[in-house]
């Protein structure tokens, strides 16, 4: 038999200068070769690819321009851009550009592997975090009253961080002590006063339970702001390429043991590290089983939706028995008990979590690849920020399953003490510090149940929770939510009304204080300011004469 022809390398069209023309030639070409880079001149050229490497970076709108201008000159070649260290772009306007690739700071080895990608179908995005300094941004001015809550919130801390410096450690004599808790209550409680005076409505209420910075009320202005890094690679522009990618990026990030950064206490806080990464594994690993599930039988609408809520429980059962384990026991009343059957035996995991966005926006495009709304904008799922707005979601329903898990796993571990070195941190191996955990949650539940959500209802904001490699994190994702404001009990709605009452009478309140100021200006300047001059005249003249008569 004769030797199969060797296949013919695909085209690139480089577009770079002679210096780092050279280099990025002779990267691609080592063996293998990535492709036979070709010239633009040939009037036969049809690229498999265009590879086009920024040597000064122009202006935004003229880079979007010019690469719609290439893909549309090069139609149907995708794009692959490179872009250099310090560039300064902002991370919105390079996820908005229509290329298929985008590179920075690369290397030989992710160069050809990005070339790869793009020529496969796929699209690469890497951006890694700016190290360097940024323009400080001009601070805005502050009005009198964000002038008084600042100055009196900046004493009432250092006043509060002086005093908690002297209960470190706490006093033995008594009368010191008790006068230092009573002042450390006394300024939490007039911070949370000037915070509910002056503060933004967000901070009126979510503050009486949980202390904010200052920074949370007026964020300062950085000398150096640091850009977030995104590396994003699709090996297929399909759902199961997309769900891939996801699962890897979800994947890392639970692994890594995140931290809370969210602003609010958790009960995924609770669990030893190691039992907290296997709990996100445990409910990633579950959802691409139901996703396989619910592939083959292919629902769509509302039956999706109601398989998908009636597999809840189910899916939060298994992600439970893996994060135990099925074969561990423990002794409990004095003898061994499995621990997976007996914490499910425990545990209400039916519950449905209200805060929750529609599943469907989630579950299309991973299901059937069908595009998405992402801020006003229907974008195909393969976009960079359709999969970061589908990694947000994921990751929201990954925390808050996972916080519906840990809390029954919290109440479990009240009941059987040898549960707690399994499953909990080791600070929560004592009673108290763990029924104290218990009854925060508890109270911040309460808290947020009455107060906190009728106020995100009526604000038009749902707080999602975003899972990355370092910290959980919160963010708030603003749509409409009329339909759940007006199911909401006579406590919240009570709520709403003391806010709308708020933003109807500020404007009459502030225009009736204007006109008592400047009523008050007229008094002093026309009636007061005129009867002391004539009383200033009077006791003159009457002085001037008794010097004449002397």
């Not at 370092?470 to 199911?487: F, N, W």
Request: aromatic content about 4%; charged content about 20%.
């Amino acid at each position: 038999m004769s030797p199969r022809p060797a296949q013919p390398l695909p085209q690139l069209l480089l577009f770079a200068d002679p210096l780092q023309r050279a280099g990025i030639v002779s990267w691609l070409q080592m063996d293998p070769p990535c492709g036979q880079v070709v010239a633009s001149e040939d009037p036969q050229l049809s690229p498999q690819l265009i590879v086009w490497c920024l040597g000064s970076p122009p202006e935004p709108q003229a880079l979007d321009a010019e690469v719609r201008r290439l893909l549309e000159r090069w139609h149907p070649a995708p794009l692959l851009l490179l872009l250099p260290p310090g560039h300064r772009y902002a991370p919105d306007v390079l996820l908005q550009l229509p290329a298929q690739g985008l590179l920075e700071q690369m290397d030989a080895e992710g160069l050809r592997e990005a070339v790869t990608t793009v020529l496969a179908g796929g699209r690469v995005l890497a951006i890694s975090p700016a190290s360097q300094a940024e323009t400080p941004s001009a601070a805005a001015p502050l009005g009198l009253g964000q002038w008084l809550l600042l100055s009196g919130l900046q004493q009432i801390d250092a006043e509060l961080r002086l005093c908690l410096a002297l209960l470190d450690p706490r006093p033995t004599q008594l009368l010191p002590l008790l006068l230092l808790e009573g002042r450390v209550r006394e300024l939490r409680m007039a911070r949370r006063l000037l915070l509910w005076l002056w503060g933004p409505i967000a901070l009126a209420w979510g503050t009486l339970h949980d202390e904010q910075p200052l920074a949370a009320v007026f964020p300062a202005p950085q000398a150096t702001a640091a850009r977030p890094g995104v590396a994003i690679t699709l090996r297929q522009r399909t759902a199961d390429g997309l769900w891939e990618a996801l699962r890897g990026r979800l994947t890392e990030a639970a692994a890594a043991g995140p931290s809370n950064q969210s602003g609010q206490l958790l009960a995924l806080d609770g669990l030893h590290p190691s039992r907290r990464s296997d709990l996100l594994l445990g409910l990633l690993e579950q959802f691409e089983r139901l996703r396989s599930r619910l592939l083959q039988d292919d629902p769509r609408g509302e039956r999706l939706e109601r398989l998908w809520r009636e597999l809840q429980p189910e899916l939060r059962q298994q992600a439970l028995r893996q994060m135990a384990g099925s074969y561990v026991q423990l002794p409990m009343e004095g003898k061994l008990c499995p621990v997976a059957e007996t914490l499910l035996r425990r545990s209400l995991l039916d519950g449905d979590d209200q805060e929750l966005p529609d599943p469907l926006a989630m579950l299309t495009p991973l299901l059937q690849a069908r595009p998405l709304l992402v801020e006003g904008q229907l974008l195909a799922p393969d976009e960079p920020q359709a999969v970061l707005y589908l990694e947000l979601l994921l990751s929201n329903w990954l925390v808050r399953s996972a916080e519906l898990i840990s809390a029954e796993v919290l109440a479990a571990c009240a009941e059987w003490p040898e549960l707690r070195r399994y499953l909990l941190r080791p600070d929560l191996l004592a009673t108290r510090n763990l029924e104290r955990m218990r009854n925060q949650l508890n109270a911040q539940q309460r808290w947020s149940s009455w107060f906190d959500r009728p106020i995100h209802l009526y604000e038009s904001r749902r707080p999602l929770f975003r899972l990355g490699v370092a910290a959980i994190d919160c963010v708030d994702l603003t749509e409409p939510r009329d339909a759940e404001l007006r199911q909401l009990g006579w406590v919240q709605q009570v709520v709403t009304l003391a806010l709308e009452a708020r933003d109807a009478l500020a404007p009459q309140l502030q225009g009736l204080l204007r006109r008592l100021g400047d009523l008050l200006v007229v008094l002093l300047t026309q009636v007061v300011g005129k009867a002391i001059g004539l009383v200033g005249r009077g006791i003159v003249q009457g002085m001037g004469r008794s010097l004449n008569r002397g």
